[in-house]
């Protein structure tokens, strides 16, 4: 039996509460991004929908980058998908702050699938040792 463990093997670790805080953080981050996303988009159409799509993209892939892994960018679309999920909603007013147009359905779909762009980019961390390969 060999002394190094894959990474499938090796036991699972609590993060630390500056990790915590960090994904925390990331959260808030990303309520932020979907609230002011959704108000700019429908302020300056074909360039607003672009600026809040890349706030979105920066969010997500920055926090990928300061975590040093997926849960970063998860983190932040996780608050970002909250904030679009409850702004969508009308209240009893009337009121509502998506429109049935072409740019909030793409803002919604696009800042999902920059979610899942950006989490799949994200760094992940690597086996460590003297040889990675299994016949070495």
Do not use: K
């Not at 993060?15 to 609230?35: C, E, T």
């Not at 359905?105 to 799949?120: F, H, K, P, Q, R």
Request: a positive charge.
């Amino acid at each position: 039996m060999s002394d190094r463990q894959s990474m499938l093997t090796q036991p699972l670790h609590r993060p630390s509460a500056g990790r915590m805080a960090a994904y925390l953080g990331l959260f808030m981050l990303g309520l932020v991004v979907g609230a002011a996303g959704s108000l700019v988009q429908a302020a300056w159409f074909p360039g607003g929908l672009l600026l809040a799509l890349a706030g979105a993209a920066g969010a997500f892939l920055g926090g990928a980058w300061a975590t040093g892994g997926r849960g970063g960018a998860l983190a932040g679309a996780a608050g970002w998908m909250l904030a679009v999920i409850l702004l969508t909603a009308s209240r009893p007013e009337g009121d509502f702050l998506f429109a049935a147009g072409v740019g909030s359905y793409a803002y919604l779909l696009g800042g999902m699938a920059v979610a899942v762009i950006c989490a799949t980019l994200a760094p992940t961390r690597q086996p460590g040792g003297r040889s990675v390969r299994l016949g070495e």
